[in-house]
């Protein structure tokens, strides 16, 4: 079952810019996962956020979470071509991950 | 280096046929997973596997089948029971300590029927 939902569904940025991108979830969660997916490749993980945790920091990335609204935000900042990927949220569902169905992320020069 | 090996990157099946698409770890991981991607969608879950000689059905796992018979290693059968196998298959692993770590993932096998 997909649980997380992400939004918007595209998204198109200036270089430089900064990205957004929000997830939405049905039930209580351990953790929440910020996945990136390049053109025809597998995921790689980006960060994880636990369920007592408000925000995290990796690099350019910043992500939050909202327990009480069932919200997670992933902010990319100052974007790069090379941030051109489809972006997915997931939530932990009994030992394994539940996947949303990401947002596209295109970074133009 | 550790990592996931998925094998092959490509792969034909001929209506009928069973296919068997693999999927090795290096990384000491107790727990594997299978998922499936169609073009444009997120990931649905086919079958996962916490330990040796272990495994759990996923969301959709009508038409596959898999097997653990080793810690490094977790195949993947596509039968001709599954009528429509055309998509990007994702192997990953993971640490489990009490709830679910981040994922580490293969490069995928993209299934095509012909």
């Known amino acids: 079952s ?5 939004d918007p569904q595209a998204l198109s940025i200036q ?3 900064n990205a957004t991108m929000n997830c939405s979830y049905k039930t209580s969660i351990n953790n929440l996962q910020w996945y990136r997916q390049n053109s025809g490749r597998g995921l790689v993980h980006l960060i994880l956020i636990r369920s007592n945790e408000r925000e995290k920091h990796s690099g350019r990335l910043r992500v939050t979470l909202d327990t009480s609204k069932k ?11 090379a941030d051109t990927a489809s972006y997915f949220c997931a939530t932990d569902d009994d030992y394994k991950l539940s996947f949303g169905a990401g947002t596209t992320v295109t970074v133009r020069a | 280096d550790g990592g996931i090996t998925q094998s092959p990157k490509y792969l034909f099946r001929k209506e009928g046929q069973n296919v068997t698409l693999s999927c090795e770890q290096n990384l000491n991981h107790d727990a594997m997973y299978w998922y499936r991607q ?7 879950l086919i079958y996962y596997s916490q330990i040796v000689n272990d495994f759990q059905k996923g969301d959709i796992a009508e038409g596959y089948s898999v097997s653990r018979e080793k810690k490094e290693s977790f195949p993947l059968t596509v039968t001709s029971a599954q009528k429509n196998p055309t998509a990007f298959y994702l192997c990953a692993s993971s640490i489990v300590e009490g709830q679910v770590n981040g994922y580490t993932f293969g490069s995928g096998t993209r299934l095509t029927v012909v």
């Open chain 2, 38 to 44: 169609d073009p444009g969608q997120g990931l649905r």
């Open chain 1, 15 to 17: 270089e430089g810019e």
């Open chain 1, 2 to 6: 997909q649980q997380g939902e992400e």
């Open chain 1, 71 to 81: 919200s997670s935000s992933l902010l990319i900042t100052a974007s790069r071509a």
